[in-house]
């Protein structure tokens, strides 16, 4: 069975500084992985998805992703965060999601 | 850019009701899912359908649930009797293939049960 775990419910981010938020999954095969942004009333848009190849995932709004297999990870960064970036972030594993990470930005 | 809509925005019904929660797919998407997120929690699978059946439903996704692709364009979640742990956001995603291709999900749909 798959599983997702965010071990972060809440990181604080000045703006312009990096970002980065964790994710571990347990999955027999080749994962397939994604980051999804949602914020409040919001449905979720996808920021990235790995299922091959280059383990460095480039994504939409600034925002890129390392698959490590051997830590069994997929974290998310952003090395300048703005303002609008203030949301929660799921990660994802086939179809199962984390518990997601929310993420206040301060002026 | 097309998108998923969900109708309505926000149910409220008694406890022991019957909904139906509304979502119009992309138009060229085959693959359709619904998901539920309890107020603080993680998103949750509850099921995919393709070719009008269903190809893969969680243990969540029990008897008093039931999808449905009506007519061309509609897809549906009927909750037959619902109870209080049944009020969550539940969000309608759409893909054109099935665990590699990107789903777009709606806006979704509040659930409140009483």
């Known amino acids: 069975a798959q599983s997702v775990t965010q071990p972060d419910i809440h990181i604080t981010v000045s703006e312009g500084a990096s970002l980065e938020l964790r994710c571990n999954y347990s999955?027999?095969?080749?994962?397939?992985l994604f980051w999804y942004v949602q914020s409040p009333g919001q449905g979720l848009q996808l920021l990235l998805k790995?299922?091959?190849?280059?383990?460095l995932v480039q994504g939409i709004k600034g925002f890129e992703a390392e698959f490590k297999r051997s830590q069994s990870s997929f974290n998310l960064r952003k090395p300048s965060v703005h303002w609008s970036d203030a949301a929660e972030y799921f990660c994802a594993v086939q179809l199962s999601f984390g518990a997601g990470t929310t993420v206040t930005v301060r002026a | 850019e097309p998108e998923v809509t969900q109708t309505p925005s926000h149910q409220v019904t008694q406890m022991g009701q019957e909904v139906i929660l509304r979502c119009v797919p992309i138009s060229n998407h085959l693959y359709f899912y619904w998901y539920r997120q309890i107020l603080g929690q993680k998103v949750e699978f509850l099921v995919s359908f393709y070719n009008n059946e269903i190809s893969e439903k969680s243990e969540i996704f029990d008897d008093q649930f039931s999808v449905e692709r009506p007519d061309g364009s509609n897809f549906t979640l009927k909750i037959r009797s619902t109870k209080l742990e049944d009020s969550a956001m539940y969000f309608c995603?759409?893909?054109?293939?099935?665990?590699?291709?990107?789903?777009?999900f709606g806006p979704g749909t509040r659930l409140t049960v009483l």
């Open positions: 790995y299922f091959s190849g280059d383990t």
């Open positions: 999955y027999g095969a080749t994962p397939y």
């Open positions: 995603a759409s893909s054109s293939g099935i665990r590699t291709d990107t789903q777009y």
